[in-house]
């Protein structure tokens, strides 16, 4: 793994045998007292964290279940939610307009949560 910095920020190079890698853009430095992002790098090097331009692509594969779902969308470098929507097999996603990997898991699903909940609401 490596950090870089490019023009619009932090990033941090996840290697993978598989796809070949992916850059994912940091809110937070590497090293930053309370970054989610240190746990990820932990994950990682231990091999338990799945590469998540794999994840994203399989995730983009999947069937839309009953269950909204949230990941990072490495090609739309943005976290995404998907809404089971009417018998369609794709569903519906969504960006949740945060771009970065390291973004708090609070403020992830309180995104989705939202989204989620106000395309309830609308087909009231």
């Known amino acids: 793994m490596a950090y870089c910095v490019n023009a619009r920020g932090w990033s941090l190079w996840w290697p993978c045998r ?18 989610s992002l240190d746990a990820a790098v932990v994950l990682r090097e231990a091999g338990a964290a799945p590469c998540p331009r794999c994840q994203s692509a399989a995730k983009g594969r999947e069937g839309a279940g009953t269950d909204p779902a949230v990941w990072y969308d490495t090609a739309r470098n943005d976290w995404v939610v998907r809404l089971p929507r009417d018998g369609r097999r794709a569903g519906t996603v ?28 609308r087909q009231l």
């Open 18 to 35: 598989t796809c070949g890698g992916a850059e994912l853009p940091l809110r937070s430095r590497p090293g930053e007292t309370g970054s």
């Open 94 to 121: 969504l960006p949740l307009h945060i771009g970065w990997f390291d973004a708090p898991w609070a403020e992830v699903y309180r995104a989705a949560s939202d989204v989620v909940h106000g395309a309830e609401n």
